[in-house]
C-alpha cells in the first residue's frame, strides 16, 4: 500500500534534474517541516478574534488564508532544502452554515485543493451516518486516514478510507519514506450518529501495534511513522507512552492550542486550536543514514490579514458558499439581553440556562438537559443573527421527550456530574446537589423545582434527539418503555422561536449547581 501526493511527485522530479545539488548529504541532517491543521469545523470565512480584543475584534484566518499560507510556507521551505508534508487531525466541515452545503461536500471538496497528504477522519464526519461519509470521501477525493475502526461483523478495516499512507522523499541514500497512520476517538460511537454504532472503534494503542506489524512486512520498510490522530491531547499522550519510539504525534479533537506542543517521553505532540485560527509547523532534523530524529520543535504561526497569502481560487469558492447560505443566515431573528457564555464543570452557564428553558417550555416538560458538547459558541448581548444560533447549536438535533422516574433521573445527573469523558450537561427544572468529598466532587442530591426528587414519581424529560439515542451514554440504559418522541423540531429552530416570543429579554444567570456545605 503506497501512496505519493502530487506535488512530491513534482518535487522529486525537480530533485532529479539538480543531481548537483541535492537537498542533503550524507553528512547533513534531513530536514522535515510538517505543516498541520486539525478541527477545521467548516471554516471557509476569517474568524472575529475575540479572544484578542472583545470590542474590536480582529479578523483572522478561514480556509483561503490558510490555504495561501500552506502554498507560500511550502514553495519557501522546499526551496530552502526541506521535505514538506501537510497533515490534518479531523472535523473537517461541522460547524459551520458554509461548512454544510451540500451536507459538507461542497467545502471538503475545498480541502482536497490543499493537496494534504494525510487527513484523518474525525467524530463529526459521523454526523450524517456512515454512508454519507464513504459517499462524502469519494466525491472530495481527500486523502483520508482511518486504521482503528472496523466491522463488528468481519473484524475488517472500513473500506472507504485507508488505514495510512506511505510518502516518500529524497533520492539514493537519502530516501526516507514516512508512514501517516489515522487513529479515531473510540467515544464516536456516543457523541455522533447512531450508525456509528455498528462499527468497533478500537483502542488507538493497540491497533497502531498491528500498524507497525503490518508496515514491517513491507518489501520496501518506512523508516518513520507519524500518526495522525483525532484523540484529544490526554489520549495522544497515553499514546505516546505506550510506543515510546514515535518521534511526533499530530493530533485533533480537543481543541487544544499547544504553542510549541507538549512532549510525553521523547514523542512531541501538536495540535493547533480550531478552526482554521492557526496553522500548525513542526521542524524535524533526521540522521540521513539512520532517520533518528535529531531534533524537533513545533510552533503556531497566527493567520492574520495578508492578501499575499491567500488564496484567491478559494477566496473565490468560500464567498461562493458564503453567498448560498447568507440569504437565510444573515437574517435578524431578534436579541438577548444579555451574553450567553458557556462553562464547565459544577457549574451552569447563562447559554445552557437559557436553551434548557426553551427546551422544557416548548415541550411542556418537568425538566430538561442538553449537553454542553452541543453548544458551540458564545453569544455577545444584542441583535441576534440566524447565523449566531447556528454556530451556538451547529448540529441538526432535535427536541425529543421521554419519561423518566425520580430514581432514572438521579442516575442520569450524577453520572452527568461526575463523568469526566464528556463535558457534562446543562439543565433547567433541577438543581443539583454536590460536596466535595476527599478533594472530589462528589454528587449529593437532586431537586426538582424546589423539591427533593421522588425516586418513585415519573417526571417528563426535554433533551435532544442525540442523548435520547445515546449519545453521552447519560440516557443509554433507559428502558425502551419511557414513551420516547422525537417532536422533529431542531433546536436553533425552538430558540428561534424563544426570541420571536421575548424570552431573550431575560438572561438566567443563576448556578444550578449547589455546592453542600460542610
Request: proline residues 4%.
Amino acid at each position: 500500500m503506497q501512496f505519493l501526493s502530487l506535488r512530491n511527485v513534482a518535487s522529486l522530479l525537480l530533485l532529479a534534474g539538480c543531481a548537483s545539488t541535492p537537498l542533503a548529504t550524507d553528512s547533513e541532517p534531513l530536514h522535515i517541516v510538517v505543516l498541520h491543521t486539525n478541527d477545521l469545523h467548516g471554516q471557509a470565512l476569517p474568524r472575529s478574534a475575540t479572544w484578542l480584543d472583545r470590542e474590536n475584534p480582529p479578523e483572522r484566518g478561514g480556509l483561503a488564508r490558510l490555504a495561501g499560507e500552506i502554498e507560500a510556507r511550502e514553495a519557501e521551505l522546499t526551496g530552502g532544502g526541506a521535505y514538506v508534508l501537510v497533515v490534518d487531525g479531523g472535523d473537517w466541515y461541522q460547524g459551520t452554515p458554509e461548512g454544510l452545503v451540500g451536507d459538507g461536500v461542497d467545502f471538503t471538496k475545498l480541502l482536497g485543493q490543499i493537496e494534504y497528504d494525510a487527513m484523518c477522519v474525525g467524530n463529526h464526519e459521523f454526523d450524517h451516518g456512515v454512508p454519507h461519509l464513504a459517499q462524502l470521501i469519494g466525491q472530495s477525493g481527500v486523502p483520508s486516514v482511518l486504521a482503528n475502526v472496523r466491522s463488528r461483523e468481519t473484524g475488517t478495516r472500513v473500506s472507504w478510507a485507508e488505514p495510512y499512507r506511505i510518502v516518500e522523499f529524497g533520492n539514493g541514500a537519502s530516501e526516507v519514506r514516512i508512514a501517516l497512520v489515522g487513529l479515531l476517538t473510540v467515544d464516536t460511537p456516543t457523541i455522533t450518529h447512531e450508525d456509528a454504532r455498528a462499527l468497533d472503534f478500537v483502542d488507538p494503542r493497540r491497533e497502531l501495534r498491528v500498524v507497525l506489524a503490518e508496515l514491517g512486512k513491507l518489501e520496501d520498510p518506512v523508516d518513520l511513522v507519524i500518526p495522525v490522530t483525532h484523540l484529544g491531547v490526554d489520549i495522544d499522550r497515553e499514546l505516546a507512552a505506550a510506543h515510546p519510539s514515535l518521534p511526533l504525534i499530530v493530533g485533533g479533537h480537543s481543541h487544544t492550542t499547544l504553542k510549541e506542543g507538549v512532549r510525553e517521553g521523547d514523542t512531541l505532540i501538536v495540535q493547533t486550536g480550531c478552526k482554521a485560527t492557526t496553522l500548525g509547523r513542526v521542524d524535524l532534523y533526521l540522521d540521513p543514514k539512520t532517520f533518528e530524529v535529531l531534533n524537533s520543535s513545533a510552533e503556531l504561526i497566527e493567520l492574520a490579514p495578508d492578501g499575499e497569502r491567500t488564496s484567491l481560487e478559494l477566496a473565490e469558492a468560500c464567498e461562493e458558499l458564503a453567498s448560498l447560505s447568507a440569504a437565510e443566515m444573515d437574517m435578524l431573528v431578534g436579541e438577548v439581553a444579555g451574553s450567553l457564555t458557556r462553562s464547565r464543570g459544577a457549574e451552569s452557564s447563562t447559554a445552557g440556562n437559557w436553551i434548557t428553558d426553551a427546551m422544557r417550555a416548548r415541550a411542556r416538560a418537568d425538566v430538561a438537559i442538553q449537553n454542553r458538547g452541543g453548544i458551540r459558541s458564545n453569544l455577545e448581548a444584542g441583535p441576534v443573527l440566524r447565523r449566531n444560533l447556528f454556530e451556538m447549536l451547529p448540529f441538526g438535533n432535535t427536541l425529543t421527550t421521554m419519561d423518566l422516574s425520580g430514581a432514572e433521573l438521579v442516575e442520569v445527573m450524577s453520572s452527568a456530574l461526575l463523568d469526566k469523558r464528556h463535558s457534562g450537561v446543562e439543565f433547567s427544572g433541577m438543581t443539583v446537589l454536590w460536596e466535595t468529598v476527599e478533594g472530589e466532587v462528589a454528587f449529593s442530591g437532586l431537586l426538582v423545582g424546589d423539591e427533593p426528587v421522588d425516586l418513585e414519581a415519573k417526571y417528563k424529560l426535554a433533551t435532544n434527539s442525540f442523548l435520547a439515542g445515546g449519545g453521552d451514554a447519560y440516557l443509554a440504559q433507559i428502558s425502551d418503555e419511557a414513551n420516547k418522541v422525537d417532536s422533529g423540531i431542531i433546536l436553533r429552530e425552538l430558540c428561534e422561536d424563544a426570541l420571536t416570543e421575548g424570552r431573550g429579554d431575560t438572561i438566567p444567570d443563576e448556578n444550578r449547581y449547589r455546592e453542600v456545605p460542610e
